[in-house]
């Protein structure tokens, strides 16, 4: 059963350092990894800033998910990341180019989001909550923490944690998408600042939250 656990955290990009802790940093991709989610929409929203024109701003973010595949293939390291970051620009690319609505090139992000939220709040419901599977392994405890009410009802609530910084996410962006051209510029701040970022912020506060009590001495 422990790797189940083991193997859940792999695929979700989850790291531990020597110690026995959670890596955040390298678990977000590291600073490549972080500039990998960043840049592409950074450089769409400063182009179209100066541009006020939708198709350069659109082939300059593509290009920039592009650059960063470039470098790891001359890095020799997985695309996986880098592939699936450009396959996400394409599809914002493509679906902002086809409404002709340049706030459109964020819309896609909800639709992420919400599918995460809705995935986590089934795991907490079925008792299998993702900050367990994840932290567990981290912790060396496998899926023994499941038979511990204590931990896992801190698991359950370290989940709600990251369910909220998802939902925050949500609740403070969809209103900008929603005020159109006028709320472009907010949104593409706030989807920086609110995506990486706030993630590393998310999973450490559940880190600390879903931290065993001491041994008794």
């Known amino acids: 059963m422990a790797d189940i656990a083991a193997g859940y955290a792999a695929k979700a990009g989850l790291h531990r350092t020597d110690d026995g802790r959670v890596d955040v940093l390298r678990s977000a991709g590291g600073v490549q990894g972080i500039a990998e989610s960043i840049v592409p929409g950074l450089v769409f929203l400063v182009v179209f800033t100066i541009t006020r024109e939708l198709t350069p701003s659109l082939v300059a973010a593509l290009a920039g998910a592009a650059v960063f595949t470039v470098v790891r293939i001359i ?4 695309l996986t990341q880098a592939l699936a970051g450009v396959v996400g620009v394409g599809i ?3 679906l902002a180019n ?8 964020y819309l896609p992000g909800f639709f992420t989001n919400a599918a995460y939220i809705v995935a986590m709040v089934i795991s907490i419901l079925a008792k299998w909550p993702v900050a367990g599977l994840l932290f567990g392994f981290i912790r060396n405890e496998g899926l023994d923490w499941r038979k511990d009410p204590g931990r896992l009802k801190a698991y359950r609530l370290g989940t709600w944690i990251i369910v909220a910084v998802l939902a925050l996410r949500l609740v403070v962006q969809v209103p900008l998408y929603l005020l159109g051209p006028d709320g472009l510029t907010a949104l593409a701040t706030t989807r920086l600042i609110m995506g990486a970022p706030l993630y590393i912020l998310g999973v450490w506060v559940a880190w600390l939250v879903t931290k065993p009590a001491p041994a008794a001495s």
């Open 75 to 78: 890095q020799r390291r997985p």
């Open 92 to 94: 914002s690319a493509w």
């Open 98 to 105: 086809t409404t002709g609505r340049a706030e459109d090139f």
